[in-house]
């Protein structure tokens, strides 16, 4: 399924190109450039329809139990939670911050409210064995875990490691996160 979606995103990607020198060129006529263009609108809707599939198989959710979700869960609430939870340990890193951050609780992924969901309810809607909520529950994991040895470091007056560890492993699995839970949020508004 990967290897097909890649596939149609570099066709239309070639096609997209091709009409631009086409055009530049003044070879491509009006009916041409519409005719065209219909095409490349007909591949990105298989495209997307692929995606939205693709997205469906991983998380494997019916309707109700996206509701369901979504009454305990608002996930752009949890990306902005999570925003500036980072903030606050950017500030902390920075020595900006008035307020002291426990070791004990910032490496704990099951102390936030997105923790709590993935380590109870979510495991019985989607199993203990769901692609989608393992690398979610494996990437927040290693966040809480990289922003405990950033207050590690900082707390031992290390901070070039601190520094190191927030702009590696922590922006990585920042990144990573933020990129999974807009997956999620996709699924579960998904028709």
Not at 81 to 101: E, T, V
Request: with cysteine.
């Amino acid at each position: 399924m990967k290897k097909l979606s890649l596939a149609i995103n570099l066709f239309i990607v070639f096609g997209i190109s091709v009409e631009l020198v086409l055009i530049m060129l003044g070879k491509l006529s009006a009916d041409q450039l519409l005719i065209s263009s219909g095409i490349s609108g007909l591949v990105i809707l298989v495209s997307v329809k692929l995606l939205k599939d693709t997205l469906m198989k991983l998380y494997g959710l019916s309707d109700s139990q996206k509701e369901e979700i979504k009454n305990e869960l608002n996930v752009m609430e949890e990306i902005e939670a999570h925003i500036a939870w980072k903030l606050a340990l950017q500030n902390y890193l920075d020595g900006k911050s008035k307020s002291d951050i426990r070791l004990d609780q910032i490496m704990r992924d099951d102390q936030c409210h997105l923790g709590k969901w993935l380590h109870g309810p979510a495991l019985s809607y989607f199993g203990a064995n769901n692609q989608g909520i393992e690398a979610l529950t494996e990437q927040h994991s290693r966040l809480h875990t990289a922003a405990g040895f950033v207050v590690k470091n900082i707390q031992e007056n290390n901070l070039p490691a601190a520094k190191r560890i927030m702009d590696g492993e922590v922006r990585k699995a920042f990144h990573e996160l933020m990129t999974t839970l807009n997956v999620l949020n996709k699924v579960l508004i998904m028709k």
